[in-house]
T-cell receptor
Framework: SQTIHQWPATLVQPVGSPLSLECTVE??????LYWYRQAAGRGLQLLFY??????ISSEVPQNLSASRPQDRQFILSSKKLLLSDSGFYLC?????????????FGEGSRLTVL | AQTVTQSQPEMSVQEAETVTLSCTYD???????LFWYKQPPSRQMILVIR??????QNATENRFSVNFQKAAKSFSLKISDSQLGDTAMYFC????????????FGKGTRLSVIA
């Protein structure tokens, strides 16, 4: 069966520090991968998605970036965090560009920028 | 651009009662999928129910059912016999069948089931 893992689960970082959140999927090949951010009252905001290794689509201009160094690995990064980067980050995967629509989500990473 | 609107930020329901969560969407696509996702306090998001736009019959999954009104672009979720474990954030989501864009989510409705 397929599983998705993301870490760390909780992170407290000072403003201006770097960020790296990692997500890996097991049990499937060539998944589509996604990073969402969830902020209170703003629902789920799609940040990045990837349909293959090295292919990243950015949905929102910001100081975050994403990379996909391996087929089942998706990394969210920042060189210098802002206070506004605080939030709950969710990684997800799907088969194809969600032709049937179902996304499978990780457990999330809570980021607090102080 | 497609948009999904959930007009009820918070709702509550007594245990064993029925509750309906509202969702409307805007699209020019003719064929698409609609979803309700549930995010319990433990935070892992799971799919509750899915509706294909070309199917007129409303989808049902045990105590969960939808009222899909394509002309009105409305997609509400009905939870019957509410249970304490139904307490969660519920997100409505949309994706066109063309497969060119990822899933679009609404802002969510926080449902509390009260004993």
């Amino acid at each position: 069966s397929q599983t998705i893992h993301q870490w760390p689960a909780t992170l407290v970082q000072p403003v201006g520090s770097p960020l790296s959140l990692e997500c890996t999927v097991e049990g499937t090949s060539n998944p589509n991968l996604y990073w969402y951010r969830q902020a209170a009252g703003r629902g789920l905001q799609l940040l990045f998605y990837s349909v293959g290794i090295g292919q990243i689509s950015s949905e929102v201009p910001q100081n975050l970036s994403a990379s996909r160094p391996q087929d089942r690995q998706f990394i969210l990064s920042s060189k210098k965090l802002l206070l506004s980067d605080s939030g709950f980050y969710l990684c997800a995967w799907s088969v194809g560009l969600a032709s049937t629509g179902e996304l499978f989500f990780g457990e999330g990473s809570r980021l607090t920028v102080l | 651009a497609q948009t999904v609107t959930q007009s009820q930020p918070e709702m509550s329901v007594q245990e064993a009662e029925t509750v309906t969560l509202s969702c409307t969407y805007d699209t020019s696509e003719s064929n698409y999928y609609l979803f309700w996702y549930k995010q319990p306090p433990s935070r892992q998001m799971i799919l509750v129910i899915r509706q294909e736009a070309y199917k007129q019959q409303n989808a049902t999954e045990n105590r969960f059912s939808v009222n899909f009104q394509k002309a009105a672009k409305s997609f509400s979720l009905k939870i019957s016999d509410s249970q304490l474990g139904d307490t969660a954030m519920y997100f409505c989501a949309f994706i066109p069948n063309s497969g060119n864009t990822p899933l679009v989510f609404g802002k969510g409705t926080r449902l509390s089931v009260i004993a």
